[in-house]
T-cell receptor, first 113, second 114 residues
Framework: AQTVTQSQPEMSVQEAETVTLSCTYDTSESNYYLFWYKQPPSRQMILVIRQEAYKQQNATENRFSVNFQKAAKSFSLKISDSQLGDTAMYFCAFMRGDDKIIFGKGTRLHILP | NAGVTQTPKFRVLKTGQSMTLLCAQDMNHEYMYWYRQDPGMGLRLIHY???????AKGEVPDGYNVSRLKKQNFLLGLESAAPSQTSVYFCASSPYTELNTEAFFGQGTRLTVV
């Protein structure tokens, strides 16, 4: 069974700093997708970034980028120039090619003014 | 531009009562999911569906039943509610194509069982 592990339950960084959230996963599949979702206090789930396993190039979305290490089964999220609005729960998620989406337990990120 | 809509948004049940949570999506998505979110536990998959008329068990299916009679609707039922089912429930849908596998979420339902 696939599993997703986020080893940092909570983190705090100063505004404008760079922060990296860790995620590891376990699978025997070769075709899959990885995601980072953000959940602000409003409770809404928002997709931050997506990575296809067959792509070697790391995905980027403005200030958000990932470090995808397929052999190590690692998928970390880097937030550059962090802003107060980045304060939220961040969930790493895994989806097999034709199956369910599994989430990690989340990392609560605080951006301090 | 509704997306994924969950009904109701809040509910308080007494132990032993039953209820159905409705999830509706207007994006013609094949895949639909029900998750529960508890503090420190992340989102845990209850049941999911990969198409109309199909359902499958997720990580924590006990005490819940689901149905997907129409492609746009995915119902989650609690036959006899227990305090352990107090949680925030999220429905999601996904188109699952090679170009787009993003899951779109509803706004959540906060359920309290007393």
């Amino acid at each position: 069974a696939q599993t997703v592990t986020q080893s940092q339950p909570e983190m705090s960084v100063q505004e404008a700093e760079t922060v990296t959230l860790s995620c590891t996963y376990d699978t025997s599949e070769s075709n899959y997708y990885l995601f980072w979702y953000k959940q602000p206090p409003s409770r809404q789930m928002i997709l931050v970034i997506r990575q296809e396993a067959y792509k070697q190039q790391n995905a980027t979305e403005n200030r958000f980028s990932v470090n995808f290490q397929k052999a190590a089964k690692s998928f970390s999220l880097k937030i550059s120039d962090s802003q107060l609005g980045d304060t939220a729960m961040y969930f790493c998620a895994f989806m097999r090619g034709d199956d369910k989406i599994i989430f990690g337990k989340g990392t609560r990120l605080h951006i301090l003014p | 531009n509704a997306g994924v809509t969950q009904t109701p948004k809040f509910r308080v049940l007494k132990t032993g009562q039953s209820m159905t949570l409705l999830c509706a999506q207007d994006m013609n998505h094949e895949y639909m999911y029900w998750y529960r979110q508890d503090p420190g536990m992340g989102l845990r998959l209850i049941h999911y569906s990969v198409g109309e008329g199909t359902t499958a068990k997720g990580e924590v299916p006990d005490g819940y039943n689901v149905s997907r009679l129409k492609k746009q609707n995915f119902l989650l039922g609690l036959e006899s509610a227990a305090p352990s089912q107090t949680s925030v429930y999220f429905c999601a849908s996904s188109p699952y194509t090679e170009l787009n596998t993003e899951a779109f979420f509803g706004q959540g339902t906060r359920l309290t069982v007393v």
